[in-house]
């Protein structure tokens, strides 16, 4: 389901104007809930990286998957990612002054499934932890352990940006997620 366009444009081609047209696409569904699941399809058309961000809660230490992480800044070292506030984990995460973002390698598939919708909290032995800082799980091809730096309310979810403190990384091949399905993503030498 596409977004109605009617525009005119040029359509380069090796920086020559070819032709001008116009396009239109099929329109958006009066129905909202359709036009959710259409929007949430165009963004999925966009592969990311999966992502698991831990912290400590109540009920002790808990993860939840995402794939809105982003770097914001080389100095200071600052990442970001959101949290959606219908998650039943937004009060422990909006709250966490601490946390490590997870980048999972291709086959931690099950943790991404398991911390999108699953059991989210993590047993001993599921986890380590360094001093006063945030459970870490043992197998992420890059780790951030971040300091809570601010928190920005947009639309409906949570930006939560950290100051990253320590991180490590190792070489492999990241789980991806694209149009509902993960995948990989393979490392190659230069």
Not at 75 to 86: G, I, K, S
Request: with cysteine.
């Amino acid at each position: 389901m596409l977004i109605k366009v009617k525009t005119a444009f040029p359509f380069p081609h090796a920086g020559k104007r070819i032709r001008s047209g116009f396009v239109s696409l099929e329109p958006l569904p009066d129905d909202p809930a359709q036009e959710t699941i259409a929007y949430r399809r165009a963004l999925g058309a966009f592969a990311t990286g999966v992502c698991v961000v831990t912290a400590d809660s109540e009920i002790g230490p808990i993860g939840i998957t995402v794939n809105s992480f982003t770097s914001v800044s080389l100095t200071p070292r600052l990442v970001l990612w959101c949290l959606d506030e219908r998650s039943d984990r937004w009060p422990a995460f909006a709250k966490a002054e601490r946390f490590a973002i997870h980048i999972l390698p291709a086959e931690d598939r099950d943790n991404a499934i398991r911390f999108a919708r699953g059991v989210c909290t993590l047993a001993e032995g599921e986890y380590e932890r360094a001093g006063e800082g945030p459970p870490r799980l043992p197998e992420a091809l890059s780790r951030f352990e971040c300091l809570t730096h601010d928190r920005i309310q947009m639309g409906d979810h949570l930006i939560i940006v950290g100051r990253v403190e320590a991180f490590q990384t190792r070489e492999g091949d990241a789980l991806t997620f694209h149009r509902g399905r993960y995948g990989q993503s393979q490392a190659f030498e230069a």
